[in-house]
DNA sequence: TAATTAACGCGACTATGTTGCAATAGCAAA
DNA sequence: TTTGCTATTGCAACATAGTCGCGTTAATTA
């Protein structure tokens, strides 16, 4: 099952790679100019998550966001680091500190999942009237 | 707008308080012996974490799990901590060690929500064969 | 150029969570 | 205890995210 390359994934991953936030499928559909199907977006987020070229994330508000992986390798893959999500202009970005989470004893972890929400310098900014 | 005492949310409370798991709606559905709406339990479950009662927990399945506030005072809220959810047994516990993360400057945290999924022992356990 | 099949579009579906509104039932005051 | 106020509930409808099946399209390779 070799891969393929279409327009849709390409722009896909271009509007990734060139935003440089983690975004969600209705922000990738709004700025895709094909006219791709719901669907298929999903499709290839997933796909690209699979294959390790973006990570995936769930915010604190449910929605999966997508970013491409610029500080990965093809051997190591480093999503231990949290996102923060503004809840004012809805950008999530990443905050590259890796970190290390002491589990219990005989815990297996597969999925690290760090979001912080809140207000980002620029709305808190314009929030307090400047 | 004080709040009233009834039975269904009794109920939850017991629930969440017992189990000293974070639950989600369907889990704590499950558990009720009273036949209470899922709109009501879900009402319940914000107005507690409204009140402070229970954390709110966004878990990487894109579900909201509720946990008992065990290690809070009514001054101090303790969120930064992370949750390990088992993508076997479903169960999703606390852990206990609250950490802080940098933001860049600025930034204004308001939610924490770290979630760290995989097998917890017992599950790893099992599918060693032991 | 033709064959293979990955990827797509469409529609249907599931699940989670929320909301409006009328009915019910805590709680406090009489 | 009774009464009145209104927080809470049940029901139904709704919104949204995400998935899946299936027939069609188009990328790749021979």
């Given at each position: ?79 231990n ?28 972890p ?21």
């Amino acid at each position: 099952m070799s891969r393929r390359n279409t327009k849709s994934q390409q722009e896909v991953l271009d509007i990734l790679k060139q935003s440089g936030l983690a975004l969600n499928h209705e922000m990738i559909q709004e700025q895709m100019s094909l006219n791709t199907d719901r669907a298929t977006i999903y499709r290839i987020l997933n796909r690209f998550s699979q294959d390790g070229i973006v990570h995936k994330v769930v915010g604190d508000d449910g929605k999966q966001y997508f970013a491409f992986c610029s500080n990965c390798t093809k051997d190591g893959h480093q999503h231990n680091h949290f996102h923060f999500r503004c809840i004012e202009c809805q950008n999530v970005i990443c905050i590259k500190n890796e970190l290390r989470v002491q589990l219990p004893e005989g815990y297996e972890p597969i999925n690290f999942n760090g979001v912080i929400s809140g207000y980002c310098s620029k709305c808190c900014k314009q929030r307090n009237g400047v």
